[in-house]
């Protein structure tokens, strides 16, 4: 009975790390693939989806 508890305990270990190795990978896949350098230059669009703050006219003047 002991020899098959600890054949249990071991096995769950390994299927424990394998899932966890397996999540770590994706997880540097997808951080990867998000930080990669994009082919062109994206102008004046920023990669998060925001527009870029410009300065106005009136906020120089006040400066």
């Known amino acids: 009975m002991k020899k098959l508890l600890a054949l249990a305990a071991v096995a ?3 299927l424990f790390v ?3 190795n397996k999540a770590a990978k994706a997880e540097a896949d997808l951080w990867r693939e998000a930080t990669a350098p994009t082919e062109r230059p994206l ?3 920023s990669t998060n989806g925001s527009a870029p703050a410009k300065a106005s006219s009136s906020d120089a003047a006040n400066n």
């Open 12 to 14: 769950g270990a390994v």
């Open 18 to 20: 394998v899932k966890r």
């Open 43 to 45: 102008g004046a669009v």
